[in-house]
Structure formats: structure tokens, C-alpha cells
């Protein structure tokens, strides 16, 4: 069924094409609106024939899906618009900001009934027990399942955040109206508050699903590290290159799916010619973009043979180890004048340390100061996701 859809309404192509992704976008959201509102009235219907805030509480969970995936194709339809003047980097973004919006009305709805739930338990009411209500509820089981598997697909096929939250989110139904029908059939044989620690169970399901949707879509949008897959394979483009000594401080800007742009330096040595090293340097953008459709941007670093290797080095970057045994060191000169030397570098440290970054550099300074070495350090933070 899945595959059918997909072959009717969404043309052949990479899914990197704004058009094929833009279909595959559609799809899911008018898919998402039109089974969610027939589960909405058919679950709203059986509970308040039942007098049940289980079901009515479930009904209105697929009501917050139903509006999700309105966002979700709106943000689809937006995120189409090309590149002008006020954005230069295309509206890629607005996708990030639809899983936002979806992910706020998860948590909202997940509180409401929540909030029902609990006055529920606290003066109970006894449910009204029809097995067209439970056949109501195991189809939707059924559909949500279909669902999840569906936005799964369609969320892998393009990478898309908000789409793998709307098939997260339609899993954590499937296990949440499997309670309300446990807790419809449970309530017909005892006083216990069933429908209410129902909905509460619900509740909390819905809140967890809304929460980590809202830390998978917000990761973009606040900035996230480079993968360490892709910067092993930048940093691996860039080292075959004869020339290049190092790479470091690679960032990943995201624009939106399918619009990145990676910045990193690239440490080349002092003596060498300017033409030639600009030349290797396009050489590596022009490879980074045709292999992975990423815009790069090099910065050159000019070190010297005893910058990378040698007495200083391994001094400085004991300095360094002597504050974290993970520090590393990069952008290494090193100056010599009548006063003795002098060193300059960059020390990244872990982000979780017992002191400021102030305190780092001045231990790192004091342990070359013991030395004879005049430092002058500044510390960073490691761009790179851990895996």
C-alpha cells in the first residue's frame, strides 16, 4: 500500500530534489489529515457513548495528529519556496520549525489530558462498556500502525525530522489506545478508577513522544555538531590532498534539508606558494560539494615543520593534557625574539570541566611559564559529534 502511493504521487527522482521532496512531504501530511480526522470522529463517537476520558482523550490526541500533519504539509509547501533576497539560503528551515510547532502541540495535549485524567481519577465515573467501542479502538490500532511504518519510510527516504517525529508519534498512539482498550475492557470488573489511570497512562505516553520530538527538531535549529562519520570523511578528502598537514574546526551549518555548507582550516605549510595552495584548496571544495551536494568554505592555516611535530609541540600539548587528558591542540606558531620564545594555540578541552575556560588557559600558560615558554592559549570546544 505503502510503495502504491508513493509510485501515484510522487515522481521519480533523488529525493535531494526539492520537487520529489516536496511530494514525498504531501503525501505524508494529506495522508496524516485525512486518517486522522476519520479517527478522530470515529473514537470521539464511541467515547462519549461511553462516557469514557480514555477514548475521548485518545480521540483528541489524533485531533493535536490531525493538525500536525497540516503543519507538516504547510512547512513542506513553504520550505519549497526558492532562495531571494531576504533568504539567500532557501526556507529549508521552515521544515524544522513545523516539527517545532508539532512537537509544542504533542506536549500541550499530552498536559491537557492529563489534567482531565487526574480529575477523573479523583471523582471517578463509571464507563459504559460496547464492544463497537473496542472495535473502533483495534482498527485504529491498526491504521496508526500502518502509519508508523508509513512516515518511517517516507522519513528515511528523505532525512526528514518532522516527518520521523509524526511516525514516532503515531507508534506512541498505537501503544497508547492499546491501554485505553485494556483499561475499557478492565473497568467492566472492578471499582478501580480504570478509565482514569487510563487516560493518565495515555497522557504520559503523549508527553513523552511530544518531548522527544521536540529535542529532535530542535537540534537543527539551534545549531548541532558535524557528524563524525561525515567529518572523518571531509577530513579524509582533504589529507589525500599532497599539501595539506591538518584539518581542524570543521562546522556544519544547516540550512535545511538538502542545503548545508562546512567550513573547516586547513593547514598547509608556511613556505608554501600562495596560487598553488588556493588551487588545492578548490580542488577540495569542488570535491566535497560533488560528493556530498555540501557547499564548503576553507580557511588556510600557514604552520611551520616545528609547529606540528617536535619539542614545542609535545610541550604545549602536555600543557594542554595537564588541564584534560582529552585535550588536543591545534593552530600552533611559534615566535622567537630576544626575550625567548614565544607560543600561540588553540587548546580544545571537553565541555564539562571544573573550571572556567579562563581558568584553563591561565593553568595551560602557568605549566609552559614553568618552562620558559610564553603562551598565549585560547580555548575551544570540540565540534564534532561523538559519533
Not at 25 to 51: P, Y
Not at 248 to 269: M, N, T
Request: glycine share 8%.
Amino acid at each position: 500500500m505503502s510503495e502504491l502511493l508513493i509510485r501515484l504521487f510522487v515522481p521519480k527522482g533523488s529525493a535531494d530534489d526539492p520537487e520529489v521532496r516536496g511530494a514525498y512531504g504531501k503525501l505524508s501530511g494529506i495522508a496524516g489529515i485525512v486518517l486522522n480526522i476519520l479517527l478522530v470522529a470515529g473514537k470521539l463517537t464511541a467515547g462519549l457513548m461511553a462516557a469514557s476520558v480514555a477514548i475521548v482523550g485518545d480521540a483528541l490526541n489524533n485531533l493535536s495528529d490531525a493538525a500536525s500533519s497540516i503543519i507538516t504539509l504547510v512547512g513542506f509547501r513553504m520550505a519549497e519556496k526558492k532562495p531571494d533576497k531576504e533568504h539567500p539560503f532557501g526556507h529549508g528551515r521552515i521544515e524544522y520549525i513545523a516539527g517545532l510547532i508539532i512537537a509544542i502541540l504533542i506536549i500541550f495535549m499530552g498536559f491537557e489530558l492529563g489534567k482531565t485524567s487526574i480529575e477523573k481519577i479523583i471523582s471517578p465515573e463509571q464507563a459504559a462498556f460496547s464492544w463497537v467501542a473496542v472495535g473502533v479502538l483495534i482498527a485504529a490500532v491498526a491504521v496508526k500502525l500502518w502509519m508508523f511504518y508509513f512516515n518511517r519510510k517516507i522519513a528515511k527516504r528523505i532525512n526528514s525530522p518532522s516527518i520521523a517525529a509524526t511516525a514516532t508519534d503515531s507508534l506512541s498512539d498505537v501503544v497508547a489506545t492499546t491501554v485505553v482498550i485494556a483499561a475499557t475492557v478492565c473497568a467492566q470488573y472492578t471499582d478501580f478508577p480504570v478509565d482514569g489511570t487510563a487516560g493518565l497512562l495515555v497522557a504520559l505516553f503523549i508527553l513523552r513522544a511530544g518531548i522527544g520530538a521536540l529535542k529532535t527538531t530542535q537540534a537543527p535549529l539551534l545549531g548541532r555538531p558535524i557528524s563524525k562519520d561525515l567529518a572523518d570523511e571531509i577530513e579524509s578528502i582533504a589529507l589525500s590532498r599532497p599539501g595539506i598537514l591538518g584539518v581542524h574546526d570543521l562546522i556544519y551549518h544547516d540550512y535545511g534539508p538538502g542545503k548545508a555548507i562546512v567550513s573547516f582550516h586547513a593547514e598547509v605549510a608556511a613556505d608554501s606558494q600562495l596560487v598553488a595552495t588556493h588551487t588545492l584548496i578548490d580542488g577540495i571544495e569542488r570535491e566535497i560539494d560533488e560528493k556530498f551536494g555540501i557547499e564548503a568554505v576553507i580557511h588556510i592555516d600557514p604552520v611551520c615543520s616545528e609547529c606540528k611535530n617536535g619539542e614545542i609541540f609535545e610541550l604545549c600539548e602536555a600543557a594542554a593534557k595537564s588541564v584534560s587528558a582529552e585535550a588536543t591542540i591545534h593552530d600552533l606558531q611559534v615566535e622567537s625574539g630576544a626575550d625567548g620564545r614565544k607560543v600561540y594555540f588553540d587548546a580544545i578541552l571537553p565541555y564539562k570541566l571544573d573550571m572556567t575556560d579562563g581558568q584553563a588557559a591561565e593553568n595551560i600558560r602557568a605549566y609552559l611559564a614553568q618552562r620558559d615558554i610564553d603562551a598565549e592559549v585560547h580555548v575551544d570546544h570540540p565540534l564534532i559529534a561523538d559519533k
